[in-house]
């Protein structure tokens, strides 16, 4: 079972926080996915699966020139529990540093970093 919020690191630094993987899913582009921009975890630092699934659209009858199915994301856990803890807490640690130039002591836990989140916002709830 996935721990939320949900990490997203894009190029190895720009970090993203989603409340859920639907969300998280809903920003991603199915393009960056096969290109494999994103690294994806959980609130415990296990690696995630994001897949792209073709779903059909609801149409009506004046939706004539839409197509019948769209790509999404869909993030899942992965077939095998890889934790990146150490990796994850100095990805987190380096973004609020560097990226959002906010003090954080370099030894906070993944939790505490997370709490960081939470306290500035960052976390994407829709």
Known sequence: M???PIIV???GFDVSFYDSPEIAGSYLEPIDILDNVY???DADACLLEA???NEK???KWFDYFKPD???VVKIESGTVKIIHYDKLVKILTNFFHNTINLDVHDNLSLSDLIDVAKRKNYIKYE
């Open 57 to 59: 659209l609801d149409k």
């Open 9 to 11: 690191i894009e190029d």
């Open 51 to 53: 897949k792209i699934c």
């Open 39 to 41: 690294e994806i975890y």
């Open 69 to 71: 199915y769209i790509d």
């Open 2 to 4: 996935m721990k939320t």
